[in-house]
């Protein structure tokens, strides 16, 4: 699994992008994160990693990226991750409550709705069958708030191409996994957690990250206004200033 690792002191922080995503999801974050051990995986089948073949749903990606992380020589880090990788977060967290320091979800996900489950199954046929150009702009438009998308221009033109450059099969097995995930027990989350939410998300919507918060212990919820669910590509700043200070708030 292809890893971005910069760094070479100070707290160790994991970041893990989405279905869709790859490292780059969190590079203007990058900024925040100066004093930091920066881990940033692209997920086996995203980016510029091979899909692992044995290795299915959000276990899987959790094992891979504990695999990442492990042979980094790291034992304990924070951890923060966006839409699907937020999933793969909170399954680090409840196995292993020791190894991680932190939390930072953006645009959380407790588990894909009925209706949700059904379209990811859908998309994950139509990737098959017409490549990434096949829902690459309806998925791009979608995601994003109006008012980013009238303001910001690069930041759908940034989900679009992140889009295309993935890998059909790797996409498709994504939808698949998340499409069958449930939630974790959030019981066993005992780690601070913070929760940033695009307030135009219709992905992960606040109603979603109000559940989380609710089920996680002493979790705190941030939303973004007139933000949609790529809030590290449409509110970057306010991202980047957020996820710094859970840090170091977390650090004590």
């Known amino acids: 699994m292809v890893t971005e690792d910069s760094g070479s002191s100070g707290p160790a922080v994991v970041l893990i992008h989405g279905l869709g995503g790859d490292s780059n999801t ?25 899909l692992r073949p044995g290795r299915p749903g959000m276990k899987g990606l959790a094992a891979a990226v504990c695999d990442a992380v492990r042979a980094a020589g790291i034992e304990r880090a924070h951890f923060a991750g966006h839409s699907m990788g937020t999933l793969i977060c909170q399954h680090l967290a409840a196995d292993l409550p020791d190894a991680v320091l932190s939390l930072a ?37 979608a995601s994003i708030a109006e008012a980013s998308r009238r303001n910001n221009p690069v930041a759908p033109a940034f989900v679009r191409e992140s889009l295309m450059r993935q890998d059909p099969a790797g996409y498709a097995a994504h939808c698949r996994a998340l499409a069958t995930a449930r939630a974790v027990d959030h019981t066993a989350i005992r780690c601070p957690t913070l929760l940033i939410a695009g307030e135009r998300d219709p992905v992960a919507p606040v109603a979603m990250a109000e559940a989380l918060k609710n089920r996680i212990s002493g979790a705190e919820l941030e939303i973004l206004p007139d933000t949609g669910h790529w809030m590290t590509i449409e509110a970057p700043a306010r991202s980047a200033e957020l996820l710094r200070a859970h840090l170091d708030r977390a650090a004590g």
């Open 105 to 141: 979800l953006f645009g959380p996900i407790l588990e894909p709705a009925p209706a949700a489950r059904q379209a990811l199954k859908e998309r994950a046929e139509t990737v098959r069958r017409d490549g990434m150009a096949g829902i690459a702009d309806s998925v791009s438009t």
């Open 26 to 50: 969190f590079a203007p974050l990058m900024g925040a994160l100066d004093g930091c051990r920066v881990l940033r995986p692209d997920l086996p089948g995203a980016g510029r990693s091979a």
